[in-house]
């Protein structure tokens, strides 16, 4: 953690030797660590405190409860030994359950079948590329109750399946202010799978570049313009 002012925005909740803290997200990935998504517990993270819970203040659409129960069950796996792998199938299973009982699903379903994914998770069309590339700002806490539990930031239709064609989304937890770094490493990320690069590479360039626009923000339009968006 650097110098500046600590990342803590307000506790929220104590729940049993826990506090549960809402956190500035935006400043962990600028500073800390760029992996740092909607929250985190102390084996994850370990500049967390051990008795901390973390969410980033950008998660919204009310999935505070979820992010809990799932980072008590992960957290107490994890200090039993259980690698983050494994701990965070088993967290993953019991948040799947409490967005089902919350009533997420059936707002992207009809009848039990699943909609168009457009059709219930966008909200926003941010712009339409020259080739012909829509960038969609969609509705988060769905997608991840519907479709991928650990989707966070954006994504594409080179790595998601449920993503249509020609399309990248970026998630509506993320303020306008930082949207630009995650449409950087989505474009940048999709163009370089367009080429041939496997996701693990097009990947770990893209967190690369995004870093380094997060520490030099003169560079991200130029950056942005590299890979389309003009």
């Known amino acids: ?25 935006s400043y962990i990935r600028g500073h800390v660590d760029e992996e740092f998504t909607n929250f985190g517990q102390h084996f994850r993270f370990p500049f967390i405190p051990m008795n901390e819970l ?6 919204q659409h009310d999935e505070r409860q979820f992010f809990i129960d799932h980072l008590l069950i992960e957290h107490r796996l994890m200090k039993g030994g259980m690698r983050y792998a494994e701990a965070i ?43 012909g590339v829509s960038v969609w700002i969609v509705n988060g806490r769905l997608v991840r109750s519907t479709f991928d539990i650990d989707f966070t930031e954006g994504g594409h239709d080179k790595v998601y399946e449920f993503v249509p064609g020609d399309e990248v989304w970026i998630d509506d937890a993320i303020v306008e202010q930082e949207r630009g770094y995650i449409l950087l490493h989505e474009l940048h990320e999709r163009n370089r799978m367009l080429s041939g690069w496997p996701y693990s590479k097009a990947h770990a360039e893209s ?19 590299a890979e389309g968006w003009a």
């Open 54 to 59: 973390w969410i980033d203040q950008e998660a």
């Open 207 to 225: 967190s690369r570049i995004e870093y380094r626009c997060r520490h030099h923000p003169d560079e991200l339009h130029d950056a942005l313009a």
């Open 89 to 131: 199938v088993e967290a993953d299973r019991q948040e799947r359950k409490e967005r089902r009982r919350a009533g997420d699903v059936r707002k992207a379903t009809a009848g039990g079948t699943v909609l168009p994914s457009g059709a219930t998770m966008h909200e926003k069309l941010w712009k339409k590329l020259e080739n």
């Open 1 to 25: 953690m650097t110098a500046q002012a600590s990342p803590h925005i307000s506790l929220v909740e104590k729940r049993g030797n826990f506090e549960i803290w809402i956190v500035d997200g």
